[in-house]
């Protein structure tokens, strides 16, 4: 990649990122302070870089936070940032409906990043890669395997009563991750949040009223559809009257 497209790419990155903060941000904390008020615990699934990480001890400083990140180069920055902050807990590995191990796919841009491989084909692909001045085959930086852990299992296994507030943002792999927070659990969820995508970038294409489903299949009958300010994209909030 070459000095204008390095340039490019760093601008677009900073511009789609501000415009979640002025955009997104703000009517996610609108909507969550209708459902939850001063929750005790949350679960970040699909940390990144810590943008939710920020927002959530800044919105709910009495929280404490469980993120789980599995690129080893985002966890140790997160892993520096955090270090003499108690209420944050981090985990580096992935979550999904197994125990083990599978594939995790780096993409150039760090949010993309994923336990799906991507469809070559996809003209969602495409247009991201032009939007983004590089080339599709550019976006896969590196692959690797990560462990993996249900997420019923690790609540169990740390005796939580309750969750609050569980965001799940791991790039077309939230039903699987779904269907591990639900099989086998013995804690009680109040509010989940999840990326609600439509377009055919991975190969296994996940039907978004399966996972609406499965999620009022396990007692969640309220939710409300966040905008994103770019792309069309939406996140959903679900919880229990």
């Known amino acids: 990649m070459n000095f204008f497209k390095k340039l490019q790419f760093k601008l677009i990155q900073k511009i789609l990122e501000t415009n979640e903060k002025l955009v997104f941000d703000k009517r996610t904390k609108k ?16 940390a990144n870089k810590g943008q939710s990480i920020e927002l959530y001890r800044n919105w709910f400083p009495n929280a404490a936070i469980y993120s789980f990140e599995p690129n080893p180069r985002l966890f140790n920055l997160l892993k520096e940032k955090y270090r003499n902050d108690k209420k944050v807990n981090l985990f580096n590995f992935a979550l999904s409906n197994q125990e083990g191990e599978m594939t995790f796919y780096e993409n150039k841009f760090d949010s993309s990043s994923t336990l799906e491989i991507v469809n070559p084909e996809s003209e969602y692909l495409e247009k991201k890669a032009k939007v983004l001045g590089v080339e599709k085959s550019e976006l896969i930086v590196n692959s690797y395997p990560v462990k993996v852990q249900k997420l019923s299992n690790f609540i169990n296994e740390q005796n939580f009563e309750s969750i609050d507030f569980v965001k799940i943002d791991v790039e077309g792999h939230e039903f699987d991750c779904l269907k591990g927070l639900f099989d086998g659990l013995n804690s009680a969820v109040k509010c989940i949040q999840i990326e609600a995508q439509s377009n055919d970038l991975y190969q296994k294409q996940t039907n978004l ?12 009958n309220q939710s409300i559809e966040i905008k994103h300010g770019f792309g069309g994209f939406s996140d959903i909030l679900f919880w229990k009257a």
Do not use: Y
């Open 31 to 46: 909507a969550l302070s209708k459902i939850i008020s001063d929750p005790k615990i949350i679960f970040d699934v699909g």
């Open 209 to 220: 009223d399966d996972i609406k489903n499965l999620i009022k299949e396990n007692g969640f």
